[in-house]
């Protein structure tokens, strides 16, 4: 039985097949000095070193980091945050890091609404959420990552004027995404016209994920302004 106070997991399994050994290596290596902490009270902790960037942004579910590991090399002087449940995923990105040798990104292995609860209010100028699991049955569209409690949260940590982008390659969750987000007086979309979420977005960085084209649809790119 699920708890009342705790939300339904917004993903399945967290391991599948064997981590390669130069990756396991890792966790136990480079994990340990870029991962995030999450302490007893909750209130993650972002420290002094963060003092030294620009901006604070936020990937939720990096899958395996290519995209993750691409923003931080494109822009060392932003701190790139990264939750990812899956463990297969958070070794591959382990890889990426180590050998761009990227100094500006944390990590929390596991639900990224512990970690956004943990963070401050105005914490981070960008969200990244690039085709969340899309649980495509109906009965189980009630553990979509994006839903109003998530975006009260996202309209809670983003700064004024601070973009939240929503990839999918699924009608419905797109549709039922962006019915979400414009309902939350909070957020503003961006799009002018069709090609602003049918056009890969200039500064986005191809996953594989996204080139096994699981979905229904082209992927459509989802930019919301914080008001």
């Excluded at 936020?58 to 939750?83: C, K, N």
């Excluded at 899956?86 to 990227?102: D, K, M, P, V, Y």
């Excluded at 690039?130 to 109906?138: G, I, M, S, T, V």
Aim: charged share 25%.
């Amino acid at each position: 039985m699920v708890s009342p106070h705790r939300p339904l997991r917004s993903f399945g399994r967290i391991k599948s097949r064997a981590i390669k050994p130069a990756q396991a290596a890792l966790i136990d290596t480079l994990l340990p000095s870029i991962q995030l902490h999450i302490p007893e009270d909750g209130k993650v902790e972002l420290g002094q070193d963060f003092d030294r960037y620009r901006d604070i942004w936020l990937e939720i579910g990096f899958g395996g980091g290519e995209h993750l590991a691409g923003q931080a090399a494109g822009h060392p002087d932003v701190m790139m945050l990264g939750a990812e449940p899956f463990l297969n995923g958070a070794a591959s990105a382990l890889r990426h890091i180590e050998e761009q040798a990227l100094k500006n990104v944390r990590l929390h292995i596991g639900d990224a609404r512990d970690l956004m609860a943990g963070l401050s209010d105005a914490t981070v100028s960008r969200v990244f959420i690039l085709f969340p699991d899309p649980w495509p049955k109906a009965r189980h569209h009630k553990r979509r990552l994006v839903s109003p409690a998530f975006v009260a949260e996202l309209a809670r940590i983003v700064r004024p004027g601070g973009v939240v982008r929503f990839a999918t390659d699924w009608a419905d969750y797109a549709n039922e995404g962006l019915l979400t987000f414009l309902r939350a007086p909070q957020f503003h979309w961006r799009a002018e016209g069709p090609a602003d979420w049918r056009d890969l977005p200039s500064d986005h960085v191809t996953t594989r994920y996204q080139l096994k084209q699981l979905g229904d649809i082209a992927p459509v790119f989802l930019d919301f302004e914080r008001c």
